[in-house]
Each structure stands twice: as C-alpha cells, then as structure tokens.
C-alpha cells in the first residue's frame, strides 16, 4: 500500500487532529486480560492512544502506521507523557510482523483480511490479539464508506478461529438500536500456549 495518495490522506487526518484520541474500547474495557510484562504492538497506529495505554501498564511497546505524520505526533505525546513507545513508519502489509514476536498486538480501524494469519502467527504462544474495526450491519454511516473496509456479520470470528476466543462483541442491529455497541465488532482472542 505504498502509494503516496493514500498516504498523504492519512497525514493530513493525523496533522488536523486537535487531540488524543481514546483508546478502543475491546482493549480499555478488556485491560485485566493483558498480560504483566512482554512485548505489544500497536498495528496501524494512528496517533497511538493504543500504544501509550499499552507502554503506560508496563509493555514494551512497538506501533507501527503508514503515516509519517502520525508516528511524529506519537513520538511526542509519549515523550509529553514520559513513556517510551518504538514508533515505525511501516506498511504492514508489505511487512507483516515476524513469527512469535509479540505478547499483545492491538488492531483497530484496520481491516486488511489477507493478514490474519500473519497476526496470528506473529503472537507468541499465550499471546493475547485485541481487535476492533467496523461492520457492515450498523446503524449510521460512521466510519469507512467502502464495505471492502467493513467486517461481514461475524466474518471478525471467522477471520481468527484457529486462536482461543476470550471475548467477542458485534451487537448489529438487534434490539433498542439507541443503545449499546453498535457499528463494529471486537474481538479478544489467546494464541493457546504449546
């Protein structure tokens, strides 16, 4: 994906945005199933909430973008924060993550399905994938306008079942749409340790 129009979209996004933002829910709300200690990568970065949340509990923490622009601003808000973040400027799909060489990795808003068995691979035995992005069943036209970069109903299982299911999340639209997680699915997912 090393085209330069797709990159300069996303720094543009990443040098107009005023703040932060928070980190996805599927790891916030999932923290206690993170492990102590390890490594953790943050794919597909942005402005890296994920990372500095991750670095912030003790992680050695790796985050990866396609954006210049991004890993710039990440670098400074750890060092604003005093964590230490490896920030890199990648294309993951042209350099996916090695064989058993995170504890933790953390995807969001990213969806590119030809990956999930590189991600999986790239978990060491008791490694923990977090993943969240969106869905084609949803309730408002927030996120990707594109339905190649939105899950299927529970197309986000499918995509990682060889890897233990912890918790799982893709409420569409079922019940009282005013209320609940709507849009996305999330995924909290264990390598089984050998």
Known sequence: MDDPGFIAKWDKRYTEARQLPDPVRVLSDNLHLLPTAGTALDLGCGLGANALLLAGRGLETRAWDISPVAIERLREFAGNRGLVVHGEVRDVEARPPLPESFDVIVAAHFLERGLAP???????????????????????????????????????????????????????????????FRNKAQLVALRPPE
Not at 145 to 170: I, Q, T
């Open 118 to 180: 590189a991600l999986m691979a790239a978990l060491r035995p008791g490694g923990v994938l977090f993943y969240e992005t969106w869905t084609r069943t949803r309730v408002d036209d927030t996120g990707p306008a594109s339905e190649n970069f939105r899950l299927g109903d529970n197309e986000l299982l499918e995509l990682f079942r060889p890897l233990r299911l912890l918790f799982y999340r893709e409420e569409g639209r079922v019940g009282d749409l005013s209320r609940g």
